[in-house]
């Protein structure tokens, strides 16, 4: 069914009971906001998603680099500077985006960090928590809240495949990505039963951006190649995706590998 350029699409539940309904712009421009876009994977979907004609809001900590985005794209991106840990600050940002875009179509949230850390030092997996947990919530919490009060839109965030299983070098980081992962999975149910937001779950596996840390690094994907992929995803309007393809098989291993050969690697 389209509605003013809108394609409304019906879904019964299994008890034919009422129907579930939500929305998608079929508009060829979209509001897109992306949390984490100055870096990594979250620049590469905004250089991508700037030259279709999109309005593009971006949040990141990287003022300069911000203000040569802003420059690039003068005439449809407009950014805000904040640190997704400093829950005051993210919040004015977020008025800021809604006060300059209204509605929203895609929300996409990238923002992330992680170190290695063997020698379990706390000053390093402090900030990872911050921000993969606690600021990443406060994040994730608010834009389902929008979009689900405006009736329509589409919620992303890039996990990873590192949140799998636990890893002895980077403790905090898998720990961090794991609760993403299942966090994102309630989100993805209670989403199928409120029947406005769509939702979707990216797991990278290994990608050639600095957030790749460590020696010898099996099936290290170029960013490009996972961007595309990503964003074919998102137009497929996927629950949950690995990138590339092939991580999805080494995912079934992963999750699957008896304990007493996981922890001889």
């Given at each position: 069914m389209r509605v003013d350029g809108v394609i409304l699409h019906i879904l019964w539940r299994k008890?034919?009971?009422?129907?579930?309904?939500?929305?998608?712009?079929?508009?060829?421009?979209?509001?897109?906001?992306?949390?984490?876009?100055?870096?990594?994977?979250?620049?590469?979907?905004?250089?991508?998603?700037?030259?279709?004609?999109?309005?593009?809001?971006?949040?990141?900590?990287?003022?300069?680099?911000?203000?040569?985005?802003?420059?690039?794209?003068?005439?449809?991106?407009?950014?805000?500077?904040?640190?997704?840990?400093?829950?005051?600050?993210?919040?004015e940002a977020i008025k800021f985006f809604?006060?300059?875009?209204?509605?929203?179509?895609?929300?996409?949230?990238?923002?992330?960090?992680?170190?290695?850390?063997?020698?379990?030092?706390?000053?390093?997996?402090?900030?990872?928590?911050?921000?993969?947990?606690?600021?990443?919530?406060?994040?994730?919490?608010?834009?389902?809240?929008?979009?689900?009060?405006?009736?329509?839109?589409?919620?992303?965030?890039?996990?990873?495949?590192g949140g799998l299983r636990g890893e002895s070098q980077a403790p905090a980081y898998s720990a961090s990505k794991a609760y993403q992962i299942n966090y994102m999975e309630a989100l993805r149910k209670k989403a199928y039963k409120d029947g406005r937001v769509c939702v979707t779950d990216i797991r990278p596996g290994l990608v050639n951006t600095r957030m790749a840390k460590g020696e010898n690094l099996f099936w290290v994907m170029p960013v490009e190649k996972v961007v595309n992929q990503i964003i074919k995803a998102i137009k497929q309007r996927k629950s949950k995706a690995y990138v590339t393809k092939r991580w999805h098989v080494l995912a079934i291993i992963i999750k699957n590998l008896p304990y007493f050969l996981f922890k001889r690697m």
């Open positions: 008890d034919k009971s009422l129907p579930i309904f939500y929305t998608f712009a079929t508009k060829k421009n979209m509001n897109i906001i992306i949390i984490g876009a100055t870096s990594g994977i979250g620049l590469d979907l905004l250089k991508r998603y700037a030259v279709s004609g999109n309005k593009i809001g971006i949040l990141g900590r990287r003022k300069s680099i911000l203000k040569e985005l802003e420059r690039c794209y003068p005439s449809n991106v407009i950014t805000c500077a904040a640190d997704i840990s400093q829950q005051n600050v993210l919040s809604q006060l300059h875009m209204q509605n929203i179509d895609l929300v996409i949230v990238c923002s992330g960090i992680g170190e290695l850390n063997p020698s379990l030092n706390f000053d390093i997996e402090c900030p990872t928590l911050l921000t993969n947990v606690v600021g990443w919530t406060h994040v994730i919490d608010t834009f389902y809240n929008i979009l689900t009060y405006q009736g329509f839109g589409h919620l992303v965030a890039i996990t990873s495949i």
